[in-house]
């Protein structure tokens, strides 16, 4: 294959390989997780994007919340909400902000990105004030979900589940006669 396009906004161009020829040249075998693994695994996703959903809301209720500021030698240099809005003081040559997400997911990421930016200290209650400002008491703090509230994720990740997996994986590939390789 040379060229793979989609209808999203991501394109791959240039030379790709697909799965079975990587099959093929790595003497790997393709196998089909057993239904009970992916019906566990929908399951965590579907917990999971619930969780996010419900902390989404919240930062969308309240996006004027502070989530975060990045102090460096006493002074602000940025700050995130909760909605994942980013505000800086000073110009980050360079900097460029994820734009996918919403909500915390997103001001976690751009906190993460600011932070590789900008050194400095992360804080995120008893904010400073900012330039311009004598007190920080119009700053309201992060609209944090408590996490009890939050639906629960009941399903095992894909973490506890790696044995399983490996198990099946071992298995076909004994099934298709290529040797497990041994540990170490």
């Not at 060229?3 to 999203?8: A, D, L, P, V, Y």
């Not at 079975?20 to 929908?42: I, R, S, Y």
């Not at 930016?117 to 900012?130: E, H, K, Q």
Request: aromatic share 4%.
């Amino acid at each position: 294959m040379s060229r793979i396009e989609s209808s999203n906004s991501f394109r791959v161009q240039g030379e790709t390989t697909s799965i079975g020829q990587l099959v093929e040249q790595k003497k790997m075998v393709a196998f089909k997780l057993p239904e009970h693994l992916q019906a566990e695994l929908a399951l965590h996703d579907q917990q999971v994007e619930a969780r996010l959903a419900a902390n989404q809301a919240a930062a969308a209720a309240n996006p004027d919340k502070v989530f975060a500021q990045i102090v460096q030698n006493g002074q602000v240099v940025a700050m995130v909400y909760d909605s994942g809005t980013a505000v800086t003081q000073q110009n980050i040559p360079g900097l460029k902000l994820t734009e996918d997400f919403a909500g915390r997911s997103l001001a976690d990421r751009r906190l993460a990105e600011l932070m590789r930016a900008v050194p400095g200290t992360v804080i995120y209650d008893n904010f400073l004030p900012l330039p311009g400002q004598t007190s920080a008491s119009d700053i309201k703090s992060s609209s944090s979900v408590d996490q009890s509230l939050l639906p629960k994720v009941t399903a095992r990740g894909l973490g506890d589940m790696t044995a399983e997996i490996a198990a099946a994986r071992d298995a076909a590939m004994l099934a298709a006669g290529i040797p497990l390789k041994k540990a170490g």
